[in-house]
């Protein structure tokens, strides 16, 4: 079955950078668009940012336009979420998703902006 | 950006109960309308995609309807299982957007 596993979750300080990664594995990776969709603690879900298969098409949500860059190594199978200018706010499980109907989650990654 | 509200926030049944849950947006989105179950402490599981198809594996006492604006998530008849937060999500634009969530609770 599909698996889809993030990594690079962490603490760090306000301002700081994190990257994140999702690992990819049992389907065609290059066939599908990918997500990064948070979920700050005890909060609904909130899109962050998708990428086309061929990376043609990058579109990200206005809380983080300008601080946070998607990009994906189709040769690797994985896709990435460059975190620039954390805010705490920016608190939240991350999780990677397949496809325009996010079809397979991955298990998510615990990022934390504090002092 | 289309804005998603889902009606009720919360509710509380018990099993065997029909429950239906709305999810408005804030234009038309025709039938790009998505239905997420999420558990505590788990990833989101997607249960309807296209307002109105089965992701494979889900259970057929989940149903969604509706298109345009108005659309709902039904389960016929509730199971212990069922009992979650359920997310609907349009993916009609390009920037993806989800209602606030509605909890699922056992009365």
């Known amino acids: 079955e599909v698996q889809l596993v993030e990594s690079g979750g962490g603490l760090v300080k306000p301002g700081g950078s994190l990257r994140l990664s999702c690992a990819a594995s049992?389907?065609?990776?290059?066939?599908?668009?990918m997500n990064w969709v948070r979920q700050a603690p005890g909060k609904g879900l909130e899109w962050v940012a998708s990428?086309?298969?061929?990376?043609?098409?990058?579109y990200y949500a206005d809380s983080v336009k300008g601080r946070f860059t998607i990009s994906r190594d189709n040769a690797k199978n994985s896709l990435y979420l460059q975190m620039n200018s954390l805010r705490a706010e920016d608190t939240a499980v991350y999780y990677c998703?397949?496809?325009?109907?996010?079809?397979?989650w991955g298990q998510g990654t615990l990022v934390t902006v504090s002092s | 950006d289309i804005q998603m509200t889902q009606s009720p926030s919360s509710l509380s049944a018990s099993v065997g109960d029909r429950v239906t849950i709305a999810c408005r947006a804030s234009?038309?989105?025709?039938?790009?309308l998505n239905w997420y179950q999420q558990k505590p402490g788990t990833a989101p599981k997607l249960l309807v995609y296209?307002?109105?198809s089965l992701q494979s594996g889900v259970p057929s006492r989940f149903s969604g309807s509706g298109s345009g604006t108005d659309f709902t998530l039904t389960i016929s008849s509730l199971h212990p299982e069922d009992f979650a937060t359920y997310y609907c999500?349009?993916?009609?634009?390009?920037?993806?957007?989800f209602g606030q969530g509605t909890k699922v609770e056992i009365k």
């Open positions: 998703a397949r496809d325009y109907i996010l079809d397979y």
């Open positions: 049992k389907y065609t990776f290059t066939s599908y668009t």
């Open positions: 990428i086309s298969s061929g990376s043609d098409y990058i």
């Open positions: 234009q038309s989105i025709s039938s790009f």
């Open positions: 296209g307002a109105s």
């Open positions: 999500q349009q993916s009609y634009s390009t920037l993806r957007t």
